[in-house]
Each structure stands twice: as C-alpha cells, then as structure tokens.
C-alpha cells in the first residue's frame, strides 16, 4: 500500500513539471528565438502547436479508450520525446544547420 503512495506522489509531480511549462513559455522563448535564430513568426508558429497540442480532445479520447495508466504512459513519453528534441536541438545546433 505504501509503495502504491509513492508512486501517486511521483505521477503527480511530474504532472507539475509538465504543466507549468507551457504557462513558463513567455519566460523562455525570447532565450529560444535567440539561440536558435528564428524569426518571431516561426517562435509564433511553435508556439501555437504547442497550444493545440495541449488543448484538442484527442487526450481524453485515448484515456476513456486505453485507460488513465495507460494514456498517463504515453503522454510521459510524449513529454520525454519532446523535451529530449529541444534539449538536442538547443544544445547541439540550430534550426539552420549551424552549431550552437
């Protein structure tokens, strides 16, 4: 029973990171656009699949048909996968093809 806490707790707070990063984008993306050495649009456009991404239906259709577990598996992939691509990107070249 107490390891099943645990595991409660770990959920949640990773559920926390996660969120707060899309309220948190206005604090970074200036850093973003300069490092990456895109245009206003382009940090426009980015940011705006983040937000349909993060506000469309699809979500809780997959969780009502594979189940809270299952889905709350795939969105911490998705996040991993995602955050992994930015780190690549911000850490190891441009959008550009030059270096960092």
């Not at 850093?31 to 979500?59: C, F, H």
């Not at 690549?88 to 960092?100: D, I, K, P, T």
Request: with cysteine.
């Amino acid at each position: 029973m107490k390891r099943d806490r645990w595991h409660v707790l770990e959920s949640a707070l990773l559920t926390i990171v996660a969120s707060g990063t899309v309220y948190a984008f206005g604090a970074y993306s200036s850093a973003l656009k300069k490092k990456l050495e895109i245009s206003q649009t382009a940090l426009d456009i980015s940011s705006l699949a983040s937000n349909v991404g993060n506000y469309n239906g699809l979500p809780g259709f997959i969780c009502d048909q594979i189940g809270s577990v299952k889905s709350a598996k795939v969105g911490a992939y998705c996040i991993g996968l995602g955050y992994g691509a930015l780190w690549l990107l911000v850490a190891y070249g441009s959008l550009r093809g030059r270096s960092a």
